[in-house]
């Protein structure tokens, strides 16, 4: 089974508006963590931002959120005020704290977000 | 910049030979992890090494090696290598101590490898 889900291959948002790239999980360990990660055409991997599994308050980091909502496994990354630069690759992706899976982080298969002008 | 070095940046070779890549990891992070990224695939784990003992295989080839020296610079080594090798290879390291869960990886640049 897909440990995380990323249902969207493709988005496009108007410059200056909000906009929701999706991500579910699927982990039966307590402790975990959600990350988010940008790749631009150029290729890096940029981190963006974080979440624990026993993290009360959904993360933010300038303008990006994320909407954590625990009972239904969801991790989905807000980006407000879509700039021409946040147009990139973006994956979900998730380390679990048990260690059955060794720490490593285990991706989505990603979300093209296309800002228009 | 996120602090990981890796070389080189594009790799073109034959099929059939062997190359090396290298990678140094942010000041202070013991964990070095190896990712294959391809069109077909995504981002596939291979390996990850602590302070210098291997830690966690994941989808890695039997033609593939890795290892991680005292200096904790790390060097994933490819032989034998076919058309389909042909990806973006990345390493990424972490903080946080052996059993973190909650550090980011923060991966370097990639080295495109190309095989023809």
């Known amino acids: 089974a897909q440990k995380i889900t990323q249902t969207q291959p493709g988005m496009f948002v108007q410059e200056k508006e909000a906009v929701t790239l999706d991500c579910t999980y699927d982990?039966?360990?307590?402790?975990?963590?959600l990350f988010w990660y940008k790749q631009p055409s150029s290729g890096e991997m940029i981190f963006l931002i974080y979440q624990g599994s026993y993290d009360q308050q959904n993360a933010t980091e300038g303008r990006y959120s994320l909407n954590f909502q625990k009972a239904r496994k969801s991790a989905n990354l807000v980006i407000s005020a879509s700039q021409l630069g946040d147009s990139a690759m973006y994956f979900c992706?998730?380390?679990?704290?048990?260690?059955?899976?060794?720490?490593?982080?285990?991706f989505g298969k990603g979300t093209l977000l296309t800002v228009n002008p | 910049d996120s602090g990981v070095t890796q070389t080189p940046k594009h790799l073109i070779t034959a099929t059939g030979q062997r190359v090396t890549l290298r990678c140094s990891p942010r000041?202070?992070?013991?964990?070095v992890y190896w990712y294959q990224q391809s069109l077909d695939q995504g981002l596939q784990f291979l390996i990850q090494y602590y302070n210098g003992e291997e830690r966690a295989k994941g989808n890695i080839l039997e033609r593939f090696s890795a290892q991680q020296f005292p200096d904790l610079h790390s060097e994933l080594n490819l032989s034998s290598l076919e058309l389909g090798d042909s990806a973006l290879y990345f390493c990424?390291?972490?903080?946080?101590?052996?059993?973190?869960?909650?550090?980011?990886?923060?991966f370097g640049n990639g080295t495109r490898l190309t095989v023809t």
């Open positions: 990424a390291s972490s903080g946080g101590g052996e059993y973190s869960y909650n550090s980011p990886l923060h």
């Open positions: 992706a998730m380390r679990e704290g048990s260690g059955g899976s060794n720490y490593k982080l285990t």
């Open positions: 000041s202070g992070d013991l964990s």
């Open positions: 982990t039966s360990d307590p402790s975990y963590g």
